[in-house]
C-alpha cells in the first residue's frame, strides 16, 4: 500500500475522524471488522489511541461513522441524479453509471458497505437496515417526481422499492464477495461497472411492468 504523504500544519478535529474512518476502512479491507483493531487504526490514520476515543468510543462507532458518510455519499448521487424533465431511461441510466462509479472508486468503502456491516453486531445491522429504507424511499420519490413526463412508467410501491434495493444488493456483492477464490468463480464481475446494463435492465423493467 501506498505511503499517504505527510501532511503539514496541525490537523482539525474533522480531518482528524476522517482519518481515523479511513483508517478503518484501510484495516478492513485487510483484515475485516472481526480482525482490525485499535491499534491499527489509529496507526493508519497517525493518531494515538487517546485521540481515537477523543471521537469514539470504541470500533463499532468509527464503523457507523464510516458507513453513514459512505451512505451519504451514494443518497447524494440517487437524490442528483434525478432529473424529472428528462426521458425516464436516460435518468436510470445517469443514476446507475454515478452510483456504479462511486463504488468502483472507493473498494475498501464499498466493502464495508455491503459486507462488513452485515456482520458488525446489532447497531450496524440495525444502521444499515434504516439506511436501505432511505435508500428504497428516495427511489420512490425520485420515480414519482418523473412520471408526469413519462407517464409509462408505473409508480414505484415502497414494497417494490424495498426489494428493488435487496435485489441490487445481491448483484453487487458479486463483486465484493469475501469468498473469492475459494469457489467458482467463473462469471463473476471484476468491477461494479460490469453490472451497468444489467442493473439498467432490471430497474427498466421494474419501472415499466404493468401487472
Not at 446489532?122 to 427511489?139: D, I, P, W
Not at 467463473?186 to 421494474?206: N, Q, T, Y
Amino acid at each position: 500500500m501506498a505511503a499517504r504523504p505527510v501532511r503539514i500544519g496541525v490537523r482539525s478535529g474533522d480531518e482528524i475522524r476522517r482519518d481515523l474512518t479511513t483508517g478503518l476502512a484501510e484495516v478492513l479491507a485487510e483484515k475485516g471488522y472481526a480482525g482490525a483493531t485499535i491499534a491499527e487504526i489509529v496507526a493508519h490514520a497517525r493518531v494515538s489511541k487517546r485521540t481515537f476515543y477523543e471521537h469514539f468510543a470504541d470500533k463499532e462507532e468509527c464503523l457507523m461513522a464510516l458507513y453513514s458518510d459512505a451512505s451519504a455519499q451514494l443518497m447524494n448521487v440517487l437524490r442528483s441524479g434525478g432529473h424529472p424533465d428528462r426521458p425516464w431511461r436516460e435518468q436510470v441510466e445517469v443514476i446507475v453509471t454515478a452510483y456504479l462509479a462511486l463504488l468502483d472508486a472507493v473498494p475498501a468503502v464499498s466493502r464495508i458497505v455491503l459486507v462488513e456491516m452485515q456482520a458488525a453486531g446489532a447497531r450496524a445491522y440495525r444502521l444499515r437496515q434504516r439506511s436501505q429504507l432511505r435508500v428504497a424511499e428516495t427511489l420512490v420519490e425520485v420515480v414519482e417526481a418523473g412520471r408526469p413526463a413519462n407517464p409509462e412508467v408505473a409508480p414505484l410501491t415502497p414494497q417494490l422499492a424495498i426489494a428493488l434495493v435487496g435485489g441490487l444488493n445481491e448483484l453487487l456483492l458479486q463483486v465484493v464477495d469475501p469468498y473469492r477464490g475459494l469457489g467458482p468463480d467463473s462469471g463473476r464481475p471484476e468491477s461494479f461497472m460490469a453490472l451497468r446494463d444489467s442493473i439498467v435492465r432490471l430497474v427498466s423493467a421494474v419501472l415499466t411492468y404493468r401487472g
